[in-house]
């Protein structure tokens, strides 16, 4: 097997149990080794305890953390530097992509915009982005 290409480790954070479980299916058959959890504060867990995966599908409205708290954690504490961090939520307001925009997310995908298998494409584009930017 080519070491290359390893299953990339796709972290969903998302509280809403059937778009947990429609992107975990999607993912999970585009290959990707799939974990997921449903709230900010079980992801934050899940990664103060060592867990580092390749990407991050942060949902921004769920209850306790946040998708932004979550992310604005992430980068004070500089918790897996070398993810790729991906807004995946329905809110589209002007304010919240700027915010995710400061804390330099590397894509913002609006879930009413995009149907499941135009989101595994988005996310393959946005890490190879980030990833050939990343070794250049």
């Known amino acids: 097997m080519n070491p290359e290409k390893k ?3 796709i972290f969903i954070i998302e509280d809403d149990k059937f778009f947990l479980d429609t992107y975990a ?14 709230s900010g504060d079980e992801a934050l867990k899940r990664l103060h305890e060592g ?16 998708g932004l708290d979550l992310i604005t954690i992430i980068r004070k504490e500089n918790i897996v530097p070398n993810a790729t961090i991906i807004m995946l939520t329905n809110q589209n307001a002007p304010s919240d992509i ?3 925009r400061s ?3 590397d894509g913002y995908i609006v879930k009413a915009m995009a149907v499941p298998s ?19």
């Open 25 to 38: 299916l999607k993912f999970s058959k585009s290959g990707y080794a799939v974990n997921y959890a449903s």
């Open 118 to 136: 135009e989101v595994v494409i988005e996310v393959a584009k946005i890490y190879a982005e980030r990833t050939a930017q990343s070794h250049s």
């Open 98 to 100: 700027d915010t995710a």
């Open 7 to 9: 299953k990339l480790n």
């Open 103 to 105: 804390l330099k997310v």
């Open 51 to 66: 867990f580092s995966p390749d990407i991050l599908l942060v949902d921004n409205i769920m209850p306790g953390l946040t």
